[in-house]
């Protein structure tokens, strides 16, 4: 069975400032990776996903993410962060043999200062 | 295209009550799921249909139940609410692909239990 692991449940970073918010993940194949962003009362929104290809993926929002195998990690980045980033982020796997059903995260969130 | 809805947004049932939330998905996808949110637990999977059957099946009692029908809305059912079932009820559609592929959430249902 997948699963992933957000190890940090809260960030607060400076607006303007870089972003990294860490994802690991346990799969014993090629995962499907996504990252998604939530805000309060609102479902899920993606912001980019890794099937296979290049590892490094970019998003919406100018958010990007890098694929790193050999860490199992799947690292969600932002070179500048704005005030309206604040909400909830998940990363999630995803298996081709478990169509339409992911595994998420217990979410990272974001809080930007001004 | 319109994005996945979910209706009722919002509701209030006391306990031992049923509830049925809905879901219609992006036209054109055949593949919904339904994830259980809460403070506690995060993002659980519920089930996911695809043409009208069953693919895959979380870890929750028999009380939750669902169907897909041959628009692809789905419907999904929990039988004597206890207030545990409290949560934010996640739709998602996918593309009608064979693998694991992008799912788009809808709004969700918050369903409060008394």
Redesign the interface.
């Known amino acids: 069975a997948q699963s992933v692991t957000q190890p940090d449940i809260h960030i607060t970073v400076s607006e303007g400032a870089s972003l990294e918010l860490r994802c690991n993940y346990s799969y014993g194949a090629t995962p499907?990776l996504?990252w998604?962003v939530q805000s309060p009362?609102?479902?899920?929104?993606?912001l980019l996903?890794y099937f296979s290809g290049d590892t490094l993926v970019q998003g919406i929002k100018g958010f990007e993410a890098e694929f790193k195998r050999s860490q199992s990690s799947f690292n969600l980045r932002k070179p500048s962060v704005h005030w309206s980033d604040a909400a909830e982020y998940?990363c999630a796997v995803?298996?081709?043999t478990?169509?339409?059903?992911?595994?998420?995260?217990?979410?990272t969130t974001l809080t930007v200062k001004p | 295209k319109a994005g996945v809805t979910q209706t009722p947004r919002y509701l209030i049932k006391t306990r031992g009550q049923q509830v049925t939330l809905s879901c219609s998905p992006i036209s054109g996808h055949r593949s919904v799921s339904w994830y259980q949110q809460t403070p506690g637990q995060g993002l659980q999977f519920l089930f996911e249909y695809f043409s009208e059957t069953q693919r895959n099946k979380g870890n929750f009692p028999g009380r939750f139940s669902g169907r897909q029908f041959s628009n692809s809305r789905s419907e999904m059912n929990v039988s004597t609410l206890e207030l545990g079932d409290s949560a934010l009820y996640l739709c998602a559609s996918s593309p009608p692909t064979a693998g694991a592929d992008t799912q788009y959430f809808g709004p969700g249902t918050r369903l409060t239990v008394l």
Do not use: E, I, R, V
Request: aromatic content about 20%.
């Open positions: 499907y996504f998604y009362g609102q479902g899920l929104q993606l996903k998940f995803g298996t081709n478990n169509a339409g059903k992911s595994t998420f995260g217990d979410g």
